[in-house]
C-alpha cells in the first residue's frame, strides 16, 4: 500500500513539473527565409562625343537619377511598377517588394521586367539616351548573383548600363 501511494504521490509529481505538451509544440518550426528579387543598373552621363551611340566611354555616374522597374504578366499586363533612385555612385538597387509571379514560367523576371530612365537630376544632363534601349526599356539579364543571409537571400538580376545625355549636343556621323 505505501508503495501503490508512493508512486500515485510521483506520478502527481511529475504531471506538476512537467505538464503535458503536444508533440508539435516541442518540434522547432523551420525559419522562414524571405526571398527577393532585385534589379541593379547603373545611370550615366554620356559625354556629347559619344550621343548616338552606345559607348560610354568618359561618362560619369548620375546620382539620385531616378529609374523606373516594370514588369508585366504573362497576358501582357502592368503586375509591378516601381520608381527607384540611384546613390552617390549612380548605383540603382531595387528590390522588388511586392512582385506577384503567377505562372513561374511565363511571368519570370527575365521576360516581364524591364528598367528605364525617368529623370536625371542633372539639368546639364537630363535628355534620355536609347543607351541598351533605355527609351523602351533596357531588359535584364542572370548573372548568378546573389546575396545569401541566415533569413535573406535576394536574387539580382542586372539591367545594362542606362544613360543620360546634354540637351546641347549634336549627333555626328561616326
Known amino acids: 500500500m505505501a508503495i501503490r501511494n508512493f508512486f500515485t504521490i510521483l506520478s502527481l509529481l511529475l ?10 509544440e516541442n518540434v522547432p518550426h523551420p525559419i522562414q527565409k524571405k526571398i527577393e528579387v532585385v534589379v541593379e543598373a547603373v545611370v550615366y552621363c554620356q559625354t556629347c562625343e559619344h550621343f548616338g551611340t552606345w559607348s560610354l ?8 537619377a531616378k529609374v523606373s522597374v516594370t ?21 540603382l538597387y531595387a528590390p522588388l517588394e511586392g512582385l506577384k509571379i503567377q505562372n513561374h514560367i511565363l511571368d519570370h523576371p527575365l521576360h516581364s521586367c524591364f ?11 537630363n535628355f534620355l539616351s536609347n543607351v541598351n534601349y533605355g527609351l523602351n526599356g533596357a ?3 542572370y548573372e548568378d548573383k546573389r546575396l545569401i543571409g541566415s533569413r535573406y537571400e535576394a536574387i539580382i538580376y542586372a539591367a545594362g548600363p542606362l544613360a543620360f545625355h546634354p ?3 549634336t549627333q555626328t556621323h561616326h
Open 167 to 169: 540637351s546641347h549636343c
Open 57 to 64: 566611354t568618359g561618362a560619369k555616374p548620375i546620382p539620385s
Open 15 to 24: 504531471l506538476v513539473a512537467f505538464p503535458y505538451t503536444k508533440a508539435s
Open 139 to 141: 531588359s535584364l539579364r
Open 71 to 91: 514588369c508585366k504578366n504573362h497576358k501582357g499586363h502592368v503586375s509591378f511598377y516601381k520608381v527607384f533612385e540611384t546613390d552617390k555612385n549612380g548605383y
Open 115 to 125: 528598367v528605364k530612365p525617368v529623370w536625371s537630376p542633372l539639368e546639364s544632363c
